[in-house]
């Protein structure tokens, strides 16, 4: 089982990016995916996930209304649309799945992080 992220870089203020994470191996149409980030000198944190059938989207109170999670089972991908891009979002982000809730204790499977990096 392999999550592969991607689609971070280096982006202004304001500025807007899209990631996205593939999953092979296996399929997770019925599974939670999630992203969460981890920033310089923090821990990891929960940003959305999204349900597996229901596609229902959650997300943290920091990212709300600027940020958006989306998935296509058929590709095995999940999306994270970033906008309104601040200089505190800068960390490297997560894909997870198999998991509940927004603990990242709670995930067995994550990808291996991709760097979005925010400037003043």
């Known amino acids: 089982v392999q999550l592969q992220a991607s689609g971070g870089g280096l982006v202004q203020a304001g500025g807007s990016l899209r990631l996205s994470c593939v999953a092979s191996?296996?399929?997770?149409?019925?599974?939670?995916m999630g992203w969460f980030r981890q920033g310089p000198g923090k821990e990891r944190e929960f940003v959305a996930r999204?349900?597996?059938?229901?596609?229902?989207?959650t997300y943290a109170n920091s990212v709300k209304g600027r940020f958006t999670i989306s998935r296509d089972n058929a590709k095995n991908t999940v999306y994270l649309q970033m906008s309104n891009l601040k200089p505190e979002d800068t960390a490297v982000y997560y894909c997870?799945?198999?998991?509940?809730?927004?603990?990242?204790?709670?995930?067995?499977?994550w990808g291996q992080g991709t760097q979005v990096t925010v400037s003043s």
């Open positions: 999204i349900g597996g059938s229901t596609f229902n989207p």
């Open positions: 997870a799945t198999r998991g509940h809730g927004s603990s990242p204790t709670n995930y067995d499977y």
């Open positions: 191996g296996r399929t997770f149409s019925g599974e939670i």
